[in-house]
């Protein structure tokens, strides 16, 4: 009976963070890690990474490949709180420094298979003309203590940012034991359905947000 009835649900992210568009920039590198929410649990994989540091290729010049594997498997009893990628780019200024060039995040893909996620990128600005020449001279621009809080949005209403960069994501989804839990998984069809041995769906659709 206990196998019959799952008491959470899992779900498996796949991918890579394949590139990026800053076409004012070069040298840059990108860090990652995922936010979720408090019924949410890691059980394999990495939440945080970082990148290598890359620079734009003669076939295209303002496009940076990373190509950087995501592999993560979380558990959970509902889907409140669905995880979202946090991606956070850095390279060097003038000065050699490293500095932010972008803050980005996106919910990790609710449907099961492939999906592709091109992320809008920003940075703090200084909100005084004074100090937006001091961090210039210094090397020292505006920065986020924590990026996760990218993804909260609380206390964000209050920061000025500009835009500036993209970064492009792939994903690969699958689920497991959300249908046994009661979430809805859209209309089965005889080519979606899933046989008793099946374990893990790619064609499952998670709850709808």
Known sequence: MAANSPSVFLLTVNGQIE???FPEYDNLYCKYCFVY???????????????????????????????FPLETTFKS???????????????PDVFGNDVVRGYGATHVPITPGQHTRTIPMFVPE???RLQKFTSWLLGRRPEYTDPKVVAQGEGREV??????GFVT?????????????????????????????SSWSTEEQPYKM
């Open 159 to 164: 920061t000025r940012v500009r835009s500036q």
């Open 77 to 91: 009893t509902n889907p409140s709180g669905w995880p979202q990628l946090v991606v956070s780019v850095y390279g």
């Open 37 to 67: 929410g408090h019924d949410w649990a890691p059980t394999s994989g990495l939440e945080e990474g970082i990148t290598q540091i890359t620079c734009k290729g003669s076939q295209s010049s303002h496009r940076l490949i990373w190509n």
């Open 169 to 197: 994501v792939s994903f690969h989804i699958m689920t497991k034991d959300m249908k046994k839990l009661g979430y809805d998984t859209g209309p089965s069809s005889p080519a979606n359905t899933l046989s008793a041995t």
């Open 126 to 128: 200084p909100t005084w």
């Open 19 to 21: 590139g990026a568009n």
